[in-house]
């Protein structure tokens, strides 16, 4: 039974990673030049180059989580208790079945959703649209790809990206002894930074949209939720 748990989980961890880089995956080809919108904050690093480098990323730290958990249930003990590694976080717990709950049944398909229903409309730079959909998943709130982008990439890095976790086993224990501590700190200003480029993101988009669509948008933004369908 524990070998089944422990292979279950790690199979998991490798959906969950694999489906965070999917959802890092541009569904069409950024617009031409004389198609992108003027004001275009991320552009830079939405090209193919940093994009790629991130995917992989994503996926292979879920690759060596996964490689870990397997490895702490073959061998037991793993790393002595005062190397810092938290075992919690490779099995099954309530933090762990959340986390990757959050990340593959709710962040995934609202992320996905939101790229099926734009289609060939949806790309990760901004173009000048030629129509405002407010069917389907667009009925409910405005911005579904980033809410499941935040439903994914949160518990991703509160449960994969941490010192306690596989991190130990890429830093030297001096480093990561000087590290402790400041985990809450770094989660503020890595949560901050996501928070005001999803803001000013989301900020550019709809100045776009209101240029394009006018009292059409204005319609539709003023009776549909941005995030969180009837809440926010």
């Known amino acids: 039974m524990g070998s089944l748990s422990a292979a279950s989980f790690a199979l998991v961890v490798i959906l969950s990673g694999y489906f965070a880089s999917l959802s890092?995956?541009?569904?069409?080809?950024?617009?031409?030049?004389?198609?992108?919108?003027?004001?275009?904050?991320?552009?830079?690093?939405?090209?193919?180059?940093?994009?790629?480098?991130?995917?992989?990323?994503?996926?292979?730290?879920?690759?060596?989580?996964?490689?870990?958990?397997?490895?702490?249930?073959?061998?037991?003990?793993?790393?002595a208790p005062d190397d810092g590694v938290n075992h919690r976080l490779f099995k099954w717990t309530g933090f762990t079945s959340f986390s990757l709950f959050l990340m593959l049944c709710v962040g995934t398909p609202l992320r996905l959703s939101a790229f099926g229903a734009l289609g060939s409309r949806f790309t990760f730079g901004l173009a000048q649209p030629n129509e405002l959909n407010t069917s389907g998943i667009y009925h409910y709130i405005q911005h579904p790809s980033y809410t499941g982008f935040l439903l994914i990439m949160i518990p991703y890095l509160l449960l994969f990206v941490r010192w306690d976790g596989s991190v130990v086993y890429w830093l030297p224990r001096r480093v990561r002894r000087s590290l402790d501590g400041w985990g809450f700190v770094g989660y503020v200003a890595g949560f901050a930074v996501i928070a005001l480029g999803a803001a000013l993101r989301v900020s550019e988009e709809e100045t776009m949209l209101k240029e394009s669509f006018g009292h059409k948008w204005e319609t539709w933004n003023r009776n549909t939720k941005r995030f969180i369908p009837g809440v926010f």
């Not at 541009?26 to 003027?38: D, K, R």
């Not at 879920?62 to 037991?76: F, I, R």
């Open 24 to 79: 890092l995956t541009p569904p069409n080809e950024n617009p031409a030049a004389h198609q992108a919108w003027g004001q275009d904050s991320i552009r830079l690093l939405i090209q193919p180059g940093p994009i790629m480098v991130v995917r992989l990323l994503v996926l292979g730290i879920a690759l060596h989580h996964a490689a870990v958990a397997l490895m702490l249930h073959t061998k037991g003990a793993g790393r």
